[in-house]
């Protein structure tokens, strides 16, 4: 057991390893071979949903395919192999209460949008839309509402106009590896989180009709668009 010193006093902190990550992405997949190789014991969930070719020829031998959170067997997994933590890092389904405590430290969410503002689908797409400055990257405490948990860190980068969306997908991709390994850290120190302020800001997941051009837009969104 591992021990702090402060202002004379120890305390314990309850050291984090057994890891459950859901994801359907390439987020997903990078984030649970980067934990691993940092010595966390890592099981893998995808969804047969949305299902990527490439990705599952990744998994680990620690895998599983699940039609949805539905699965009967699937909660029941989770508490006889009794996880630290879960991780959703690019899962296209919604938590409900009954998985929020199913592990010992709940569940966190890589959501790749600043926060409130960025809640819901798509929020890369829509910084990119909006003309931010700023790409923002959060890391919240998942709980009852959607995107409305306590965020535990943050941060964000340059959002360069040249930059393609599978561009700053990988940008972000490879800065929530390290922002993860903040947030096990904070976790375990028993941290506190920061409260989002009340917003009613919400953005839709994005579809094939929303990327039609009108040519009578500006010419900024219109390049924003492509």
């Given amino acids: 057991m591992n021990y702090i010193v402060k202002n004379k006093k120890a305390r314990k902190i309850k050291k984090i390893d057994n890891i459950l990550v859901f994801f359907n992405n390439h987020r997903g997949l990078k984030l649970s071979k980067f934990l691993a190789k940092k010595n966390f014991r890592i099981y893998e969930i995808i969804t047969k949903k949305f299902l990527n070719k490439k990705i599952v020829s990744k998994l680990s031998k620690n895998s599983r395919t699940i039609n949805n959170l539905k699965d009967k067997n699937l909660k029941k997994f989770i508490k006889k192999s009794k996880f630290d933590l879960i991780i959703s890092a690019g899962f296209p389904h919604i938590f409900k209460k009954d998985y929020l405590n199913l592990a010992t430290h709940g569940i966190i969410n890589l959501h790749a949008g600043k926060l409130p503002k960025y809640k819901g689908g798509s929020p890369l ?65 028993n941290k506190k989180f920061k409260n989002q302020p009340k917003s009613k800001s919400y953005f839709h997941q994005r579809t094939d009709k929303d990327a039609k051009i009108n040519f009578n837009e500006k010419s900024s969104r219109i390049y924003n668009l492509v």
């Fill in 125 to 189: 797409v829509w910084q990119i839309l909006n003309n931010e400055k700023k790409i923002g990257l959060s890391i919240i405490k998942v709980n009852s509402t959607i995107d409305g948990g306590k965020i535990i860190c943050s941060k964000n980068f340059r959002n360069n106009r040249k930059y393609t969306i599978l561009q700053i997908q990988n940008k972000a991709d490879k800065i929530f590896l390290n922002l993860t390994l903040n947030a096990i850290k904070k976790i375990e120190k």
